[in-house]
């Protein structure tokens, strides 16, 4: 049994939801790893002032008497990118901040490590192959993608000369309530009966993870002894069109999405046009993955359906 679990983005859209959830269910310890004195936290979790995740930070003093660190902190994949040269940025954080804070933690004695990866791993789209599987050859197609693969491969690396047991979890696009980005501004939109021009979207299919089975699947790997040294990917297990999305959004939201029926290429060349052509085909596109793997060596399963999902999901637009 876990006792002392160290959460790093415990103030984070992932993070959070882990500390949250050990908080009220235990029985472990849950300490929230967070850059400031004042964050407030849950009843029942201890606070650790943690370093800005890099090359050089000191992870000592917050490690002590911890056996399993969940991960979730990231230099995170951003539309306007502010960085001269991004695979830099993101290389400092994601990879040698990683490999930073697990060595300090194998030489802590920490037993495991479960970091919260990213599908960029495998690649950007499935369109015209098999969903996406573990054993895939990793494709990376942008920095952040790449920052994640060179941080899994420098983990494996450490876990082979340590010993420290590592756990990998790529997931698709998380959602739950608090969700930003675009996903988020799609749920304002639909709340706010704004018209989409997605509803001929209807033939792509993407795969997509609601935060509560996210976390589930985290907690479930903290201490099962089949999961040390895997990698698994992590979905709802039901994929959608866009369309379908937004129609089972709206449902959530118990009012229609107004989907208007543009043809697809004429919003891919519209796309073009503005120079949009990755959100052209985050929406257009699809992106599914196969997550039968947790299931086959664990035995989990996800506890929510992407209708209650999505219902959790819009909760705070409906207060």
Same mark, same amino acid.
């Given at each position: 049994?876990?006792?002392?679990?160290?959460?790093?983005? /415990?103030?984070?859209?992932?993070?959070?939801?882990?500390?949250?959830?050990?908080?009220?269910?235990?029985?472990?310890?849950?300490?929230?790893?967070?850059?400031?004195?004042? =964050?407030?936290?849950?009843?029942?979790?201890?606070?650790?002032?943690?370093?800005?995740?890099?090359?050089?930070?000191?992870?000592?003093?917050?490690?002590?008497?911890?056996?399993?660190?969940?991960?979730?902190?990231?230099?995170?994949?951003?539309?306007?990118?502010?960085?001269?040269?991004?695979?830099?940025?993101?290389?400092?954080? +994601?990879?040698?901040?990683?490999?930073?804070?697990?060595?300090?933690?194998?030489?802590?004695?920490?037993?495991?490590?479960?970091?919260?990866?990213?599908?960029?791993?495998?690649?950007?789209?499935?369109?015209?192959?098999?969903?996406?599987?573990?054993?895939?050859?990793?494709?990376?197609?942008?920095?952040?993608?790449?920052?994640?693969?060179?941080?899994?491969?420098?983990?494996?690396?450490?876990?082979?000369?340590?010993?420290?047991?590592?756990?990998?979890?790529?997931?698709?696009?998380?959602?739950?309530?608090?969700?930003?980005? +675009?996903?988020?501004?799609?749920?304002?939109? !639909?709340?706010?009966?704004?018209?989409?021009?997605?509803?001929?979207?209807?033939?792509?299919?993407?795969?997509?993870?609601?935060?509560? +089975?996210?976390?589930?699947?985290? =907690?479930?790997?903290?201490?099962?002894?089949?999961?040390?040294?895997?990698?698994?990917? !992590?979905?709802?297990?039901?994929?959608?069109?866009?369309?379908?999305?937004?129609?089972?959004?709206?449902?959530?939201?118990?009012?229609? /999405?107004?989907? !208007?029926?543009?043809?697809?290429?004429?919003?891919?060349?519209?796309?073009?046009?503005?120079?949009?052509?990755?959100?052209?085909?985050?929406?257009?596109?699809?992106?599914? !993955?196969?997550?039968?793997?947790?299931?086959?060596?664990?035995?989990?399963?996800?506890?929510?359906?992407?209708?209650?999902?999505?219902?959790?999901?819009?909760?705070?637009?409906?207060?």
């Amino acid at each position: 049994m876990v006792e002392r679990v160290l959460v790093t983005g /415990a103030t984070g859209f992932v993070g959070g939801a882990v500390v949250e959830r050990l908080a009220s269910e235990g029985p472990c310890v849950p300490v929230a790893g967070c850059r400031r004195r004042s =964050v407030l936290v849950p009843e029942g979790v201890e606070l650790a002032v943690t370093p800005s995740l890099g090359p050089d930070a000191d992870w000592i003093g917050a490690l002590q008497g911890v056996e399993v660190v969940v991960h979730a902190a990231a230099r995170v994949h951003v539309m306007d990118e502010p960085e001269a040269d991004p695979l830099e940025a993101f290389r400092r954080v +994601n990879v040698e901040g990683t490999l930073r804070l697990a060595r300090q933690a194998a030489d802590a004695g920490v037993r495991r490590f479960v970091f919260v990866s990213s599908v960029k791993v495998n690649g950007e789209d499935t369109s015209s192959r098999q969903p996406f599987r573990e054993t895939d050859a990793s494709a990376p197609e942008d920095p952040y993608g790449v920052s994640k693969r060179e941080a899994e491969d420098g983990l494996r690396a450490l876990s082979a000369e340590t010993g420290l047991e590592v756990v990998i979890i790529r997931p698709p696009l998380v959602y739950g309530p608090g969700v930003g980005a +675009n996903f988020g501004s799609l749920l304002r939109w !639909v709340n706010k009966g704004v018209p989409l021009p997605l509803g001929a979207v209807t033939q792509n299919r993407r795969s997509l993870v609601a935060l509560d +089975n996210l976390v589930d699947l985290i =907690v479930t790997c903290l201490d099962h002894p089949a999961a040390a040294g895997e990698t698994f990917l !992590v979905a709802d297990g039901e994929d959608v069109s866009t369309a379908g999305l937004l129609r089972k959004v709206g449902d959530a939201l118990e009012r229609p /999405a107004r989907l !208007v029926p543009v043809p697809v290429w004429m919003l891919r060349a519209g796309a073009a046009a503005l120079g949009k052509r990755e959100m052209a085909r985050r929406l257009l596109g699809s992106l599914q !993955v196969d997550a039968s793997k947790a299931r086959e060596v664990l035995g989990w399963t996800p506890p929510v359906s992407l209708d209650e999902g999505l219902r959790r999901a819009v909760g705070p637009l409906r207060r």
